[in-house]
């Protein structure tokens, strides 16, 4: 099935994957390959895997969630797939950050966040950042299980610049950067199963598959 935009409101555009699943995972794109082209759709197969329904967001100012018209997107978009019984945020590097600030405007039940910055100062973004307001790590909002995902090569100040709390579970990777985390993930065939873990707050689970892939609970000690 194609998808089927919902919102075409540049620089905001957001597609649907309408399946028959009672769910809904709200999948959130990341910059992107080529800064002169808005993102595409990220999470497309892995979210739809299980007959899941789906949307889409993608920002073509990279604003990190940071637009003010964030919200009334997410609320407009949450309008046009209707309701659902549980909903799962996911994304990665910027998709991510905006997953978390995502849950401080509509409910969710889970967050799945690859790699989310706590902080804009980083060069490696600063093409996008430097004309944002840098306003601190996303908030952890209380109510949806969060989960954190680092790779500790490049991304070790950006995991640490997330308090750890109730509610969240933050998994590091050693020897992996970055760019790596998600793919590392995806080769594993992995993908598909945290994010039924996190819909199904089934945390046994997904403890499990994060560390047999190298993840390390970041409460049970940083790895060296």
Do not use: Y
């Not at 080769?187 to 892939?213: K, M, Q, S, V, Y």
């Amino acid at each position: 099935m194609t998808l089927q935009d919902v919102i075409d409101a540049p620089p905001w555009c957001v597609a649907l994957a309408e399946e028959t699943g009672p769910d809904l995972i709200l999948a959130f794109a990341s910059i992107g390959h080529d800064a002169t082209r808005p993102p595409s759709p990220e999470f497309v197969a892995s979210s739809r895997a299980q007959g899941h329904r789906a949307l889409f967001f993608m920002d073509a100012s990279r604003s990190w969630g940071l637009d003010p018209a964030f919200p009334a997107i997410l609320h407009r978009a949450l309008a046009a797939a209707g309701p659902a019984q549980r909903r799962l945020a996911i994304g990665s590097s910027m998709g991510a950050a905006m997953a978390l600030r995502a849950a401080a405007h509509v409910p969710l039940d889970a967050i799945l966040a690859f790699g989310p910055q706590s902080h804009l100062a980083d060069p490696r973004w600063q093409h996008w950042t430097a004309r944002l307001a840098d306003p601190g790590p996303p908030p952890l909002t209380p109510g949806p299980w969060t989960i954190l995902l680092h790779a500790l090569d490049d991304d070790r100040d950006q995991a640490m610049g997330f308090p750890q709390q109730p509610g969240t579970d933050h998994l590091l990777f050693p020897g992996l950067t970055h760019s790596r985390l998600g793919p590392h993930l995806k080769e594993r065939g992995l993908l598909t199963g945290l994010i039924d873990a996190a819909l199904a707050r089934d945390r046994r689970r997904l403890l499990r598959l994060a560390i047999n892939a190298g993840g390390v609970r970041r409460d049970k000690g940083m790895p060296g």
